[in-house]
């Protein structure tokens, strides 16, 4: 069973460095920069009434690309609908995540993600005038309020993909800092909205502690009590009990635990528990693999 590898890094020469950092770096065009589809006309009630119902069906890779394509509709009639720009970045997000092929084709989606929910932060005039005299959006964070919540949070979750999941080794040490720079917005949903998306923050954190080595603040008793926290905050958001799954019991030799936490996950309505629809689908579906695969992490005890 993989965990993330935040900073499991590993140290390399200087020579190969500085070659490395003309490939490995991670960078995108802002979202407020980047190309967008012209203003189109069109019935904004109609075109998100649309986009709702079929979050509720968005079961599998084409649905979910159809979800992001209907709020895209919706942001192509009012480009400052904040929510439609952050659910195009949650579900770029699902879409690499849950139905990517490749690292490629997850980084793409990894990096829309980040520049859906940038352009989501733009609409908030405050932080637009600190970003467009130059500060960086991790500083700028701070003018951001409860109405782009969502658009930090799911910005910060759109890094730890892409670093898990898309970098080597070589590529997460010269990209650490984006690690670094997910800290400010953690620390301002903190002040804004501190039970975020069920937890949110206290299941990223724990994550967080999981991949950092002891030797450098890594925790897993502290884990465990930040999904403890979570759990608290949402108990009925699928996320929580999957992740405590997946990162932290096989590390502990919980086998118990993990069985139980999963068993939970597939026991839940997916139309009626805390997170969304289509993402509930994904942690059913991982949760049904894990459970399968249950000796193979913990072993058959024979």
Known sequence: MKTLRFLRLTSFPVAVLALLCTTACVSWKPGWKAPTAEPEA???????KQAVALENRADDAEKVKQLIDAYGRVA????????????????????????????????FHYLEALRCCERAMYTNL?????????????E?????????????????????????????????????????????????????????????NYFSRAIYLIALPERYG?????????FTKAIAAGPNHL???????????????????????????LDQDPHESGNTYPWNVYFQRQAKEMLNRTDEVFGSGK
């Open 239 to 265: 996320a929580n009990r999957w992740g405590r799954a997946r990162y932290l019991y096989p590390l502990l030799g919980n086998r118990d635990g993990y069985v139980s936490d999963l068993q939970w996950v």
């Open 126 to 138: 405050e932080f637009r005038k600190e970003v467009d005299s130059g500060r960086p959006v991790w």
């Open 76 to 107: 192509a009639v009012d480009s400052n609908h904040c929510q439609a720009l952050w659910k195009m970045g949650n579900y770029h997000i699902l879409a690499g995540a849950g139905y990517g092929t490749s690292k490629r084709d997850k980084k």
């Open 218 to 226: 890594g925790s897993k008793v502290k884990a465990d009590e930040l």
């Open 42 to 48: 069109g019935d904004f009630a109609v075109l998100l």
């Open 140 to 200: 700028a964070c701070g003018k951001l309020g409860p109405g782009e919540v969502d658009a930090m949070g799911y910005w910060y979750t759109a890094i730890f993909h892409c670093f898990d999941e898309c970098l080597r080794p070589a590529g997460r040490l010269l990209n650490a800092r984006l690690i670094v720079r997910t800290d400010p917005f953690m620390k301002r949903i903190d002040e804004l909205d501190p039970n975020w998306a069920g937890g949110g």
